[in-house]
């Protein structure tokens, strides 16, 4: 959901900050702070107590090969991997452009993620999500087509403070497939 979206938006801000000023040691610095910070917040929470009437919990090896979840796995794991090697591939893909925030692109990666679920998070349940898979599938790949080809146009929007907005997130602000299809 969106506090999922959250941290994927300011992290990558702060990450683009922290490296404008200092180097990766300080970004590693900062990155374990605040992973120490949250499982300082964390602790005081608690487990909520079980039912009586519910059934006890399976484990993970259980639903891993529950043979009516084997293809929600498979299509799990396909749509990771292609996100991936994509988010893998984007530092040095705005390195190589010469142009570009890796930050600006996941906050409007984030934004665009967060206003596809809030208006149109409801569709899976009205149409059906195996009707959505597909479009959103293949908006997905055309996403990934069609930003290269951005960059061969020389498409961007100078921000101020922040430098240039590479088409590559506005294309991805304007994909849906990662958003619909894991609504």
Request: with cysteine; hydrophobic share 55%; net charge positive.
């Amino acid at each position: 959901g969106g506090s999922g979206m959250l941290p994927i938006s300011l992290g990558g801000l702060l990450g683009d900050a922290i490296l404008a000023r200092a180097g990766y040691n300080e970004l590693f610095i900062a990155a374990a702070v605040l992973g120490a910070v949250a499982v300082a917040l964390s602790l005081p929470l608690r487990d909520v107590p079980r039912l009586e009437h519910e059934s006890p919990a399976r484990g993970i090896l259980a639903a891993a090969f529950q043979r009516d979840l084997l293809p929600i796995w498979f299509m799990g794991g396909v749509f990771a991997t292609a996100l991936a090697s994509y988010f893998t591939f984007l530092k040095t893909f705005v390195l190589y452009a010469g142009f570009g925030s890796i930050g600006v692109f996941f906050t409007l990666y984030s934004a665009s993620a967060v206003l596809l679920r809030v208006f149109f998070g409801s569709l899976p349940d009205r149409v059906g999500p195996k009707l959505m898979l597909l479009p959103a599938l293949a908006s997905l790949v055309v996403g990934l087509v069609v930003q290269p080809s951005f960059h061969a146009l020389s498409f961007s929007v100078r921000v101020p403070s922040i430098g240039s907005v590479p088409s590559e997130a506005m294309t991805a602000s304007c994909n849906p497939g990662s958003a619909l299809s894991s609504v």
